[in-house]
């Protein structure tokens, strides 16, 4: 399946791959209660952006996704999109996580036209 981005289209299930990937590092790297604020399980994960390059400012649209702490994304252009990832998520969670990234950016890309 894949999602138009403006004039882009993003690949849901290569998305998907990502946020499946960063879930599986942080559970490969991490403890649980490293991850954890206050000791709640359910806030053991991490934060993932998607950002699209797209419209006429780039001819060579394109898209990546950026892990952690947002304050250490150093390319600040496109749309974006946001989303918590949990420790260890799983496929199908990933595949919920990466259409919300991209619902995002599209509401990004919708609200400046």
């Known amino acids: 399946m894949k999602t138009l981005v403006s004039n882009l289209r993003v690949p849901v299930s290569a998305l998907a791959d990502s946020v499946y990937q960063y879930g599986q590092y942080l559970k490969a ?26 419209g006429p400012d780039y001819p ?20 974006w999109g946001s989303a918590f990832v949990p420790y260890g998520c799983t496929r199908k969670e990933s595949q ?3 259409r919300q990234l991209v619902e995002e950016a599209q509401e990004a890309v919708a609200m400046s036209e």
């Open 29 to 54: 790297n991490f403890s649980r209660a490293d991850l954890t604020e206050d000791g709640d399980d359910e806030t053991a994960g991490g934060d993932m952006r998607l950002q699209v390059l797209a």
């Open 60 to 79: 060579l649209v394109s898209w990546r996704t950026w892990e952690g702490d947002n304050q250490f994304d150093t390319d600040h252009r496109g749309f």
């Open 96 to 98: 919920t996580i990466a």
